[in-house]
């Protein structure tokens, strides 16, 4: 994700046309769709996707038993490389170049989008209430409600932004690529560890990614929008 950190250029002018079009709101409506129906299924506990969770973690978590030395790494990863704190310093540092690049309007967005992402993240959490897989032989534990997994959540979210970011700053295709690469990765990766180390179900990531590239998705509309409109200066 370093590769976002490198802002060679300010963002099109207000008014220009952008190639995004519609499809922030699409992706949006989609992916909120998608996490809104998951955590109703389970809120209503919907055996075949109970089910579902059930066999998938019960598969993994024989999986990190058998294989020690993936399961570490699996930790190191999780607990590191793709931990929230992490991924909130990574948005915070690119916060502070936009800040100092005079992008104020955007900087404020991409902080202000994160604080929401906490806020939502925790608040479902706080409703739904939903209790973490439980073993007899545990190989990682997390703390606080299962659903939706706030790794995933927020990896989506600010993997989700720094990309944006990445397409509307930097010129070099091939830096976009590996932004877009590292950060699909990074979201993949720490959404499967969670399962592995049998701290979250998989709807449990499914809906925290679903809900945070809406997230994304809906910062990037509401901005194209306003820099449309040219209520934003470039």
């Known amino acids: 994700?370093?590769?976002a950190?490198?802002?060679p250029s300010r963002p099109r002018p207000a008014g220009t046309p952008s190639p995004q079009g519609g499809a922030p709101w699409l992706w949006a409506f989609a992916s909120g769709a998608l996490g809104v129906l998951l955590i109703g299924l389970v809120a209503a506990g919907w055996q075949p996707l109970i089910d579902l969770d059930v066999r998938v973690s019960r598969g993994l978590h024989a999986a990190a038993l058998d294989h020690p030395g993936w399961t570490r790494t699996a930790r190191v990863?999780?607990?590191r490389v793709w931990d929230t704190v992490t991924m909130r310093f990574l948005v915070a540092g690119v916060c502070v170049l936009l800040w100092e690049r005079r992008e104020r309007a955007l900087a404020l967005l991409l902080a202000g989008v994160m604080v929401a992402g906490v806020l939502v993240q925790q608040g479902l959490k706080a409703v739904l209430g939903?209790?973490?897989p439980e073993w007899e032989e545990p190989v990682d534990a997390a703390h606080f409600a299962s659903m939706p997994s706030g790794h995933a959540m927020t990896a989506a979210l600010a993997c989700g932004l720094l990309t944006w970011l990445a397409w509307t700053h930097l010129h070099h295709p091939a830096?976009?690529?590996a932004v877009t690469a590292v950060a699909a990765v990074s979201v993949?990766?720490?959404s499967l560890t969670r399962v592995y180390l049998g701290v979250h179900w998989l709807s449990d990531v499914v809906a925290g990614?679903?809900?945070g590239v809406a997230m994304t998705a809906s910062a990037a509309g509401s901005w194209?929008?306003?820099?449309?409109a040219g209520k934003i200066a470039a």
């Not at 194209?224 to 449309?228: D, H």
């Open 175 to 177: 830096l976009r690529r």
């Open 209 to 211: 990614v679903a809900l």
């Open 77 to 79: 990863f999780t607990d």
């Open 130 to 132: 939903r209790e973490r």
């Open 224 to 228: 194209q929008a306003l820099r449309t």
């Open 188 to 190: 993949a990766g720490v």
């Open 1 to 3: 994700m370093s590769a």
């Open 5 to 7: 950190s490198r802002l």
